[in-house]
């Protein structure tokens, strides 16, 4: 039987990476140690004749009897994909995103299907890597590209305008360019800080600030954009200012 031979279950036990085998069913007959220990640490002890859905509590695979494998859902999962390819001969790798009812949160995950054969019998071998943080990593490096790339535009029109206003207007503008400036300071600190965050080093630094002071620089920032050309951008005069 697979799952009490010792040169796979040793192997897979081994492995750092969570490790399942299921049968030509999608229902696990062995689960690695690191991934039995991770779902014991959640209080999932019904783990043999499971699929991998409804081990890990996807909150799809309720949605039909069949359960995992079975659901619209299950049309555009990485995991399931994988499974299906695996279970016409061929290994495929995939992501998906299990959004669980049983684990706190949801989880990332790279995931590989490949057939196996033991003793004559077939089953799929199916390894799971984490990769909540690289994608969190990448959705952040976005997200701070995307507003220094906007904070630097603002900056450019600025100096733009400066080149071309009289000697009045050239004050103001310096005004703002100041405050832009500080804000392209602010946005790579902030990111220097999210780094820190992500190794648990952050001490968090709290200030009060005003709202309208806030929608003040975001709006004198813009003003100098290329995307407000020919447009106004003003704050409303019913804003609250709160702090």
């Known amino acids: 039987m697979l799952a009490t031979a010792p040169a796979v279950t040793a192997a897979l036990d081994g492995m750092l990476n969570f490790s399942l085998i299921l049968n030509r069913q999608r229902q696990a007959v ?17 783990i043999i004749g499971q699929r991998p859905g409804n081990l890990a509590g996807c909150r799809h695979s309720t949605e039909t009897s069949g359960g995992c494998g079975t659901t619209e859902s299950c049309l555009r999962c990485g995991a399931a994909i994988a499974i299906a390819q695996a279970l016409n ?19 990332d995950l790279a995931v590989s299907a490949c057939p196996y054969t033991y003793e004559g ?30 904070t630097a535009g603002a900056m450019q029109g600025l100096i733009y305008l400066m080149m071309d206003a009289g000697p009045a207007e050239v004050k103001s503008y310096v005004t703002d360019a100041a405050k ?14 999210l780094a820190a965050a992500e190794r ?11 709202t309208t002071d806030l929608l003040n620089e975001i709006a004198s920032l813009f003003r100098a954009h290329p995307v407000a050309k020919d447009k106004s951008i003003v ?7 709160l702090r």
């Open 89 to 107: 001969a061929k290994e495929s790798v995939r992501e998906c995103r299990i959004m669980s009812n049983k684990i706190g949160d949801d989880m």
């Open 180 to 193: 832009a400036s500080g804000r392209l300071i602010g946005q790579i600190l902030s990111q220097k800080d």
């Open 121 to 150: 019998e077939e089953f799929l071998l199916m390894s799971l890597i984490a990769i909540s943080s690289k994608n969190r990593r990448e959705a952040l490096e976005h997200i701070f590209f995307h507003d220094i790339v906007n």
């Open 235 to 241: 704050l409303a005069g019913n804003c609250q200012d």
């Open 200 to 210: 648990g080093d952050l001490r968090p630094d709290i200030s009060q600030v005003r």
């Open 30 to 46: 062995f689960v690695n140690k690191p991934f039995r220990d991770f779902l014991d640490k959640n209080g999932i002890t019904e």
